[in-house]
Each structure stands twice: as structure tokens, then as C-alpha cells.
């Protein structure tokens, strides 16, 4: 039997993915997967961020009145994504330029605030911590696959270095320019939540009913 601690941590990865089933980091993910390193660089900073912010929303939950709790998550999440910034451009300066303004970005994530509000508010820091690491690691799951899908077809190569042979290169493979622009992502994940929810009927939504002003009149 799945303990508690493992469940929490596992959940959103496949079960309840941040993307494919809550439709969270859209944004993002369209932006940065055109390659691989970029998508799994954008997937670690918001896993540290959404980690690190958790924690610390959980530890000083009982201390933050309500009417200012937004405030202070932001500005807690606002201090982690700088923190990664400045990181990033010291260590990884070429990536961090390619990223641009979409690891500052962090901050507006749907993801980061709402897993800091709806769950470190009120729950432990252990399980507040596992729920940021599952969540960050479903969330950068995603990016990978999608990032490695375009970098591979769209340009034959992956992580930089080649691996199809493409017919500039006097190889045999033509390269799809449309994935490399940003609507492919956008197909990319449509076409993986389709798959995620296909395998997973309990993700699917209950239709909306049809409001009765709205539904045929028979006869007409």
C-alpha cells in the first residue's frame, strides 16, 4: 500500500500533472520547449522555486494573518525566482539569455501561487515540500517531453548534439520547421492531454448541461 509521504509526491506527476490535467504553465511551456536543455532548465528553476516556496509558506502559515497572505507568498516566491535569476546568470548565462523573461515570469505561475495558497496554507512542511517536488516534477516532465519532441524533429538533434542526419548535412532527414515555432507546443500538449485522459477516463470532464433556454425547441 502507497504511504501518505510517497502518494503526495507521485500524485501530480501522471495522476494530477500541474498541465495535463489542471491546465496550469501553459505560457511557459509554449515558450521555452523549442529545445530540450531550455525545457528541462525552466523545469528545475520552477521546481526549486515551487519547492523552496512551500516550505516556506508552510512554515509561517500560523503567523500570516489572512488578509495579507497574498502578499507575503508573493513576495516569498518573488524572492526565490530572483534568487534562481541570478544563478542562472552567473552559471548559465547562454541559457538564461535564451530563457529571457520567462524565468521572472515564475512568479505569475498559476502553479506557484496556487500549490503555496490552496495547499502549504494549510498543511505541514514535510507535506508541503513532497507536494512542491511532485508538482515541479510533473510540471518539468511535461516541458521535457514536449522540448525533446521539437528539438528532435524539428531540428534533428537533441540536447545540442545531432542525431538524425539531416539533408543539409547530406543526410536523409528533412527537418519540420513547424515545430520549432511556438504553436507546434501548443498542438504538442492538446495532443498529450488527449492521450493522459484517453488512458485515464477520471480525468475527463463531466459535460456542462445545456441551459434550457439554449436547447432546440422541438418541432422547429
Known sequence: MTSPSLRTLTRPIVDENPITLQILGICSALAVTRRLDTALLMGASLTFV????????????????????????????????????????????????????????????????????????????????????GNGLGYALVLALVGGVRELLGSGSLLGQPLLPTRDAGGWYEPSALLLLPPSAFFLIGGLVWAVRSAKAEQVEEAEPVPEAAQPVPGR
Open 50 to 133: 515551487l519547492t523552496l516556496s512551500n516550505v516556506s509558506i508552510s512554515l509561517i502559515r500560523s503567523q500570516v494573518p489572512r488578509g495579507i497572505r497574498l502578499i507575503v507568498q508573493i513576495t516569498i516566491i518573488a524572492t526565490l525566482v530572483s534568487v534562481v535569476d541570478q544563478l542562472l546568470r552567473a552559471f548559465a548565462w547562454e541559457l538564461s539569455r535564451q530563457l529571457s523573461i520567462f524565468v521572472g515570469l515564475i512568479v505569475t505561475n498559476c502553479l506557484v501561487l496556487g500549490r503555496g495558497d490552496g495547499f502549504a496554507m494549510t498543511h505541514g512542511i514535510r507535506a508541503s515540500a513532497l507536494d512542491g517536488l
